[in-house]
């Protein structure tokens, strides 16, 4: 799926994203997440809370209370840039779509696929 980063003139809070980043379980530090593989994966989707231009922070589904969320910020490269590069924009129904694949597997409790993005094939891994 081709993203579109998101610019600085995009930003408001609600904004759906989703992180374009690679695969980084860093920013998880609840043990029971830790256990079943959570991390923030490349697609994971979220909502702009902070709009700060050099801070852009994001709640990301089911880290809503993690390092990922609280702590991360995003920021454009430098001056002369417009866009966050590591930021995507994401349609509504794709961000609902997401969050309930994502949502599902989390409660289920099983052992998240070892870097493989939950909703790359539509539905919930095996």
């Not at 509504?92 to 993005?117: H, I, M, Y």
Request: proline share 9%; aromatic share 8%.
């Amino acid at each position: 799926m081709s993203s579109s980063y998101v610019k600085v003139t995009d930003l408001h809070i609600g904004l759906p994203v989703e992180y374009l980043g690679k695969p980084d379980p860093d920013v998880v530090l609840d043990e029971e997440l830790q256990a079943i593989g959570m991390a923030l994966y490349s697609g994971h989707p979220g909502r702009i809370w902070s709009t700060t231009t050099q801070h852009v922070q994001v709640t990301w589904v089911g880290l809503e209370d993690e390092p990922a969320t609280y702590a991360v910020g995003f920021s454009v490269p430098d001056d002369d840039e417009t866009c966050y590069p590591a930021l995507g924009l994401l349609a509504e129904d794709e961000f609902s779509r997401r969050e309930r694949v994502l949502q599902d597997r989390l409660a289920s409790r099983k052992n998240l696929p070892g870097w493989v993005t939950p909703w790359v094939h539509g539905d919930s891994p095996p």
